[in-house]
């Protein structure tokens, strides 16, 4: 019945969400537009295509017959000043949509309107319903290439094999438009530096021919026919593309690289000629009128190189790395073609930021550590004073120091503080790879950097433990390409070390001693690698991220030097373990709302040591759930270990915080504008949460059976926790706020053998779900 109840919520909900239930400030007896609908007949087409159409006609309709209704907390719409009807701006809209059909390849299209009227009291309310034959689309049926200029014909086609006119692909005239951009590169990238779009079309053919000649044989003029109509049925369409009459011969000339100057400390605006000093270093010319960065911080980041042949890509590669460079808070770059000699001059000016920055921050743990697998990092729910001094500057070589000292607390959403935090965090970073062998292709690198750690932090958990954690790693970052980020620290040295152990945690060891094998004092020696991409969807408001990273301990060194492992030796407390993570995010983004798709996974394996028996992995590189960045109807670490009861049946005021070798989870969230208030948007956001953590087995060790925690396939469904919740957001612009309250819906809990219920496997538990947990953060969950 309650579950009936809720359904029936939700669904009252999507439906008062989906209509307008008042409308304002109208013309009494006046006929007003209140809806429009467009309606596709074709029978023969895919749901994804066809929602596609759909969208791109609905934006063809006039916006003087528009209707716009505002909706208010998500299930409130209101339509204010509605358009008033108009045959003309209706028969344009048709017009708008016959066009479209043309441009996406459907010439045999029709566009019909019909009108039905509703009155309401003094409103006259107008429903205009636009049915849309789209016809048959044609399709690419051949192409050729037919460029005068021996180097362009060459070029399109040695790269012929990137064409996106594929044959039997649907047809579109973006498609012909994407097409002479991707030439366009190619060409700019071969040294065609004043080709432009005008030097370059296509011609396509969309006619009849049997029908337009009547001075052909008639027998020739049936054949033609039959074959209109053949293609009348299965249209196709044959396209040319040439090159255009060249207004200036210098469009077809191959520019290389002349001079390059640049002006590191100059500012953009005015004369400084006589104050400025040259230089030439590596055929480089620079001038400068303070000596502020070495010449080989200059050149090593310009792609452009003299008497090579010009690319688009060096030129933009040169401005996107002086751009990520702290050292720079502008670059310019001007290009001096000399026809003459076929080349091309380029000025680079950049404009230096202060050398020395201090500042004092407040930050949220969330925008930390949106994944929260470690308490060692401030605040996994949290907030924290940074104090932070940058020079941007060391050594003259654009190399950036930056140090941070932060204090920060823990805490269970104000009700009661949970530890607190003081570190230090220092980091020297290159702006360039600091490696020791040569690198074949350095220049390929987009905004290459080295860098070196070092970190130092002490956390008091309150009735616990104190703990002291040291790490200092080196590393490189790159890219290849600018929505793309590679991370990999061949060396990361941590340890942890207990100075204290209080008494609450000591009877929680005794109680429990299988936490004996985790919480201990540890050394972490290993690589570790990650990768992020972000990528366009198929639409241009969806956008994809992802991530996945790579980290083991101990796997190497503990096997190049064996004995050092041993009780007693230098790397006793080294552990062993290896551990893999995968983010996939998805947005659908329109001018008001936002929904994300989720799915995080992770996975680690430990290995026995002298100090432990690699029963897991240790507790700061394990997994946790629950809290404001994962499921959020459950408290911080209190969400697991699957369905398993121990934690829950100790004593209050024992530790009961759950760690897990295993993560799954899925997140759907849907934000959406609420109203401004002084300038400060507050949004809104529902949710919903699945998702758990599991041991990689039962853990049978200290004579403790940990039953239903491990991940098995045959109780993944049981295990599964679930929530739901909606959630409040003060934009301030610089930072946002975020309060949101989660029902736990589906707990595994009460899914295992002493609370199971076989009706349910845990869902909707009397006086358990109905109670949400608030969660407070800053920053987006994900």
């Keep these: 019945m309650t579950r009936r109840i809720l359904y029936s919520l939700i669904g009252l909900l999507f439906f008062a969400s989906c209509t307008v239930t008042s409308v304002r400030k109208y013309q009494p007896g006046v006929p007003f537009v209140f809806e429009n609908k467009v309606n596709i007949v074709a029978s023969k087409m895919s749901v994804d295509v066809k929602s596609d159409l759909q969208t791109k006609l609905e934006a063809q309709i006039e916006d003087s017959v528009k209707p716009k209704p505002k909706t208010w907390l998500f299930v409130y719409q209101s339509l204010k000043r509605p358009p008033r009807y108009d045959t003309n701006y209706i028969a344009k809209s048709r017009v708008n949509m016959k ?5 996406q390849g459907y010439f045999f299209g029709s566009i019909k309107s019909d009108s039905s009227l509703t009155v309401r009291g003094d409103q006259k309310r107008v429903k205009v319903t636009y049915t849309v034959e789209p016809g048959k689309n044609f399709t690419i049926d051949s192409v050729r290439i037919s460029f005068k200029d021996t180097g362009l014909q060459r070029l399109a086609l040695a790269n012929q094999s990137a064409t996106l006119l594929k044959k039997k692909t649907p047809f579109t005239y973006g498609l012909i438009n994407d097409e002479l951009n991707r030439l366009m590169v190619v060409y700019r990238n071969n040294g065609y530096f004043k080709l432009t ?106 792609s452009l190189r003299p008497d090579s042949i010009f690319t688009q890509n060096d030129f933009a590669q040169t401005l996107y790395n002086f751009n990520k460079i702290p050292a720079w808070q502008n670059a310019s770059l001007q290009a001096f073609p000399v026809d003459s000699t076929k080349k091309v001059d380029f000025s680079l000016r950049l404009v230096p930021a202060k050398r020395h920055f201090f500042s004092i921050d407040l930050e949220g743990s969330s925008i930390l550590n949106s994944n929260q697998n470690t308490i060692l990092v401030a605040g996994n729910n949290g907030l924290a004073v940074n104090f932070v001094l940058k020079n941007r500057n060391v050594a003259k070589r654009a190399i950036q120091l930056e140090n941070v000292i932060r204090a920060g607390i823990e805490f269970n959403n104000f009700a009661k503080i949970l530890s607190n935090e003081l570190a230090s965090n220092n980091r020297l970073v290159f702006p360039w790879l600091a490696s020791p062998i040569k690198l ?16 130092a932090s002490y956390v008091d958990r309150f009735n616990y433990y104190k703990v002291l954690s040291l790490n200092t ?32 945690f000591e009877q929680a060891l005794k109680d429990f001693p299988l936490l004996a094998y985790s919480y201990n004092n540890g050394l972490v ?16 408001n969806h956008l994809n991220a992802f991530r996945i990273a790579l980290e083991e301990s101990g796997l190497i060194i503990g096997a190049l030097f064996k004995g050092l492992t041993d009780s007693g030796r230098i790397l006793e407390n080294l552990y062993r373990f290896w551990r893999a993570d995968l983010d996939y995010r998805h947005y659908i983004s329109t001018k008001k709302t936002t929904l994300v798709l989720r799915f995080h996974g992770g996975y680690g394996r430990g290995y026995a040591t002298a100090s432990n028996n690699g029963a897991t992995l240790p507790f700061f590189k394990q997994y946790i759930a629950g ?15 699957g369905s398993n009861i121990f934690y829950d049946t100790l004593e209050n005021g024992k530790f009961n915080d759950r760690y897990g070798d295993i993560i799954l989870e899925s997140n759907v969230e849907y934000r959406f504008d609420l109203f401004p208030i002084y300038g400060f948007w507050i949004r809104g956001a529902l949710f919903t949460d699945v998702g758990n953590i599991w041991n990689r087995s039962t853990n049978t060790l200290a004579n403790v059976k940990l039953e239903y925690a491990d991940l098995s396939l045959e109780r993944f469904y049981t295990d ?13 612009n610089f930072f946002l706020l975020r309060f949101d309250f989660g029902f736990p819906l589906k707990n595994p809990l009460y899914a295992s053998d002493p609370y199971k219920d076989p009706m349910n ?20 969950p994900f």
Excluded: C
Excluded at 723 to 729: E, H, L, M, N, T
């Design 627 to 641: 809290g404001p960045n994962s499921m959020r109807g459950w408290q911080l670490r209190k969400l697991g270990i």
């Design 440 to 455: 074949k292709h350095p220049r390929r690198f987009l905004n290459p950097r080295s860098f070196i750690g070092l970190d």
């Design 99 to 103: 066009n479209l059909l043309t441009a």
């Design 761 to 780: 496997d845990g869902w909707f538990i009397k006086d358990k779900w109905s109670k949400p947990t608030f969660q407070f953060g800053l920053g987006y």
């Design 197 to 302: 779009r005008d030097d370059i079309y296509a011609e396509v053919d969309t006619v009849l021919v049997g029908l337009i000649d009547p001075t052909l044989d008639p027998f020739e003029q049936i054949r033609l026919l039959t074959e209109g109509l053949k293609r009348k049925q299965n249209p196709t369409i044959h396209i040319e593309l040439k090159q255009a009459v060249p207004k200036d011969s210098s469009h077809l000339f191959q520019y290389r690289v002349g001079e390059v100057f640049i002006y590191p400390d100059v500012p953009l605006t005015g004369d400084y000629a006589d104050t400025l000093t040259t230089t030439k270093f590596r055929r480089f010319t620079i001038r400068q009128s303070e000596y502020l960065f070495r010449p080989r911080t200059l050149t090593r980041n310009v």
């Design 473 to 504: 790693n080196f590393g490189y970052e790159w890219k290849l390409k600018p929505n793309e980020l590679w991370q990999f620290k061949p060396i990361n040295i941590e340890y942890t070390k207990f100075l204290r152990v209080d008494s609450a």
């Design 525 to 540: 020696i290993g690589p570790n690698i990650s990768y992020s991409l972000k990528f366009p969807g198929k639409r241009s």
């Design 720 to 732: 599964l926790a679930v929530d739901a919740g909606a959630g409040v957001r003060v934009d301030f």
